[in-house]
Nanobody
Framework: QVQLVESGGGLVQAGGSLRLSCAASGRTFSMGWFRQAPGKEREFVAAINWNGDNTRYADSVKGRFTISRGNAKNTVYLQMNSLKPEDMAVYYC?????????????????WGQGTQVTVSS
């Protein structure tokens, strides 16, 4: 069983930056970040494969967010720059038992508890 613990959320002004971290308790393969705003479906944000040499982003965050893995491979980060009010949501870390990354929520096996990101305008 893999446990994921997110951290780094908080309140930031529009245009500011935050860095989210996700620590996994066990071995993981590809990992991703999703987010869910009130009244909306959970949506894909970014994903990274096991080696960290392949990434994918939602169009809405491309060029502003960067996903990366720590050297020990059991930590994943989401650097969020130029934050906008529409980025405000609960952000969830996810992991799947496959080497290839996925943008599909249903293909992830493990989920963190979520961390709130609030962007003030």
């Amino acid at each position: 069983q893999v446990q994921l613990v997110e951290s780094g959320g908080g309140l930031v002004q529009a245009g500011g930056s935050l860095r989210l971290s996700c620590a996994a308790s066990g071995r993981t393969f590809s990992m991703g970040w999703f987010r869910q705003a009130p009244g909306k479906e959970r949506e894909f944000v970014a994903a990274i494969n096991w080696n960290g040499d392949n990434t994918r982003y939602a169009d809405s965050v491309k060029g502003r967010f960067t996903i990366s893995r720590g050297n020990a491979k059991n930590t994943v980060y989401l650097q969020m720059n130029s934050l906008k009010p529409e980025d405000m949501a609960v952000y969830y870390c996810a992991a799947r038992g496959g080497s290839f990354l996925s943008t599909v929520r249903g293909q992830y096996d493990y989920w963190g508890q979520g961390t709130q990101v609030t962007v003030s305008s």
